[in-house]
Nanobody
Framework: QVQLVESGGGLVQAGGSLRLSCAASGRTFSSDIMGWFRQAPGKERDFVAAINWSGGSIPYADSVKGRFTISRDNAKNTVYLQMDSLKPEDTGVYYC????????????????WGQGTQVTVSS
């Protein structure tokens, strides 16, 4: 059974940093695309970043470019999202997800999801 478990969320002041982790188990993830999405209250789930097995990535969401960095450790089956210079508009539930086939910004094309971790940025 595939499991994705996010951690590292919390409450932080604007300008601060958080590092999210997503630990994966239940299959071999080394060839999968790992992605991060976020969902603000009352809004749709939006793409943030994605990374392939060799560390390559597609362009980040415009709203996080230059502030967020995605990385992965295949030996640990873990993907990270380093979030710097956080803004109140970054507030939301952050989800990691797996796409078994290709890079995508479309959440419908991801096959497995974690339960999410809450990030709250105060002004």
């Amino acid at each position: 059974q595939v499991q994705l478990v996010e951690s590292g969320g919390g409450l932080v002041q604007a300008g601060g940093s958080l590092r999210l982790s997503c630990a994966a188990s239940g299959r071999t993830f080394s060839s999968d695309i790992m992605g991060w999405f976020r969902q603000a209250p009352g809004k749709e789930r939006d793409f943030v970043a994605a990374i392939n097995w060799s560390g390559g990535s597609i362009p980040y969401a415009d709203s996080v470019k230059g502030r967020f960095t995605i990385s992965r450790d295949n030996a640990k089956n873990t993907v990270y999202l380093q979030m710097d210079s956080l803004k109140p508009e970054d507030t939301g539930v952050y989800y990691c997800a797996v796409n078994r086939y290709w890079f995508s910004t479309n959440s419908d094309e991801y096959d497995y999801w974690g339960q999410g971790t809450q990030v709250t940025v105060s002004s």
